[in-house]
């Protein structure tokens, strides 16, 4: 899915915090040219110029300027972009989790990207919108940047404040919201939109391996129990639905993603008679469905995120699977 698409996983919580606002969500999905459905299935690949239109039609239909800060602090960045949580596994202090953020976000979209810059006594930490001329990226500036505070803040000091704050837009008529989410230091009007975290907390050690991916992957499941109480075969399946779309998953990939060796996971599937080609098909059927009928990908583009190599295995799968042809899916979504 990498590319010009984001996962809806970035609008998780939006459904609830409009209704806080006395919006309407549904008529805000149209506007934006977003599907209903991805208000609700973190796994529908949405449009770059969509999500971003999403944020901006939120703001002004809700009479809410701050709607992406709003959204942006009430979310976990293993949610938002959680296969490329799952895929990064483990860093072991705050500074290696944003050099690994950083030089592998394009594995999560290519419709914006996360830079770093060292100095002296701590990091830059920057988000840019690489889609060129969009009517306004102010929603989701301001939502990116609010998740990597409340990300450091999880991770580190609860309380923590940045030295400094930048957005490339006009401050808003009223920051009040800005200042008491990022402190006081929050600027506008300038070069690039930014935060600075300081040499000590980068150098804070992290959860380690095992039990740090162990909270990541509850996270991205977005579960409130105990992750290790679901089934050996849900758990398997929940990281092939997060990582499918953006790498090959294999066995191995899962197993490291879960903190176990391969033949460990191995025999928990056969202790419960399952296997794990048969999890991936599952997923894989699941999803065809699901971008045919809500995402504007092409055949093509998710037989290749789904792992074919060629559109023909893909169609036959998908007729295994759904008994019925994908072209005639598609065309009654479009038809609808």
């Not at 001329?133 to 450091?152: F, H, P, R």
């Not at 294999?250 to 033949?263: C, E, H, I, Q």
Request: proline share 5%; glycine share 6%; hydrophobic share 45%.
């Amino acid at each position: 899915m990498p590319g010009n698409f984001v996962r809806s996983a970035l609008l998780s919580g939006a459904d609830d915090l409009i209704r806080e606002l006395g919006g309407k969500p549904l008529a805000i999905a149209r506007r934006a040219n977003v599907s209903a459905e991805a208000l609700k299935d973190p796994d529908i690949p949405l449009p770059g110029r969509a999500a971003y239109a999403f944020l901006e039609c939120a703001a002004e239909m809700c009479d809410c300027p701050s709607f992406g800060l709003r959204l942006g602090s009430r979310a976990q960045m293993a949610v938002v972009i959680g296969p490329l949580w799952v895929l990064l596994r483990s860093a072991r202090t705050l500074e290696q989790m944003f050099e690994d953020l950083a030089s592998n976000f394009d594995v999560y979209t290519s419709v914006a990207s996360m830079a770093i810059e060292k100095r002296r006594d701590g990091m830059i930490v920057s988000w840019s919108s690489t889609l060129g001329q969009t009517d306004s990226e102010v929603q989701m500036a301001e939502l990116a940047l609010a998740v990597c505070v409340q990300e450091v803040r999880r991770q580190t000091v609860s309380r923590w404040q940045p030295r400094s704050v930048e957005f490339r837009h006009a401050p808003p008529e009223n920051p009040a919201e800005h200042r008491t989410l990022f402190g006081p230091n929050v600027g506008f009007n300038r070069d690039r939109n930014a935060m600075f975290v300081e040499q000590e907390l980068l150098d804070r050690p992290l959860s380690t391996g095992a039990a740090r991916t162990h909270a990541l992957v509850g996270a991205l499941l977005r579960r409130e129990e105990d992750a290790m109480s679901a089934s050996i075969a849900a758990r398997v399946e929940s990281v092939v639905r997060a990582v499918l779309p953006f790498a090959p998953c294999t066995l191995r990939d899962v197993a490291a993603s879960l903190g176990m060796p391969v033949r460990t996971l191995q025999h928990r599937l056969d202790a419960n008679r399952q296997r794990f080609k048969d999890i991936k098909d599952r997923v894989r059927a699941d999803l065809a469905m699901k971008y045919l009928r809500h995402s504007q990908l092409g055949l093509s583009e998710i037989a290749e995120i789904l792992g074919y190599s060629e559109l023909s295995a893909f169609s036959r799968s998908f007729r295994r699977w759904h008994g019925c042809a994908a072209r005639s899916v598609r065309s009654e979504a479009r038809g609808a």
